[in-house]
């Protein structure tokens, strides 16, 4: 996890820390080759931009030219907007509405949806949740298989869809079927495609308005980098999602869709996948990312 790009940073803040004394060129200099670092780790290039120029406007604003330690304030501020680049606070769920609170997950094949709907399910179980799992994707017998395998694995129910029925009929029948269960939470997994796709978009609004969930969770392939930002911007807008789910963290070395995601469309990332095992999912706390790229 951002392997890349804390070696990148690591060699641009040692050779400004050895300067006794920043000039303002100096440190202009060293945030040209932050910028070429982001770049590197695939960072949209206008938050890119954006972000140097904060720092410039800080770091030479807060008078770092001419002080004692210049270097040291300097990675301080590149900190900061780290933290802030990355959402700031840690971002939680909010589950605090009408019981039974849905859940949907949203998201392109792939991506890890089926996967982290059964994580999801047995970190809420661990809160003292009762979640119930419903498979919507009709058109994979096989995700239906899967999460329904998921949920016996983690004792949590999984509600009986089959693929001959109408998805949006399905969500409706297992908010239904969750009250009378005794379920506090459902989370719905949804159909993905290939590619993003107005047939679905206009199926996923159909469930949305159906069941009104509290979380609609987009969850996101963090190695397709880029991709998965523009992805994302596409889901906000015809679903406005409230956060990000960032699956296969664990094998992304750059980090380039975790650190725009926030940016470009101003919806946190809430947790991030580390591996495949239903254990793997964890917050993620801006702050401690941060300090971890900057090691
Ligand atoms: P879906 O099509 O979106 O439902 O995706 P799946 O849940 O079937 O996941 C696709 C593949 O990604 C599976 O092989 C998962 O085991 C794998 N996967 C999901 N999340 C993670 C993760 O955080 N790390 C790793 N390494 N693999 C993951």
Known sequence: MFESLSDR?????????????????NIQEALREVRMALLEADV???VAKEFVATVAEKAIGQEVVGSLAPGQQVVKVVHDQL??????QTATLDLSGRQPVVIMMVGLQGSGKTTTSGKLAKMLQGKGRKPYLVPADVYRPAAIEQLTILGQSLG?????????QDPVAICRQAVHAAQSGGYDTLIIDTAGRLHVDQELMAELGRIKDAVQPAEILFVADAMTGQDAVTVAEKFNLDLAISG??????DGDARGGAALSIK???????KFVGMGEGLDA?????????ASRILG
Do not use: C
């Open 44 to 46: 949209n290039f206008k």
């Open 83 to 88: 933290v802030e680049l990355l959402g700031g």
């Open 244 to 249: 990000v789910i960032l699956t296969k963290m």
């Open 156 to 164: 949590v129910g999984v509600h009986p869809s089959a693929t001959d």
């Open 9 to 25: 940073l690591h060699d641009v803040f040692k050779q400004l820390r050895g300067h006794g004394r920043l000039t303002e060129e």
């Open 263 to 269: 940016k470009v469309t101003q919806r946190p990332i």
């Open 281 to 289: 999912l964890e917050p993620f706390h801006p702050d401690r990312v």
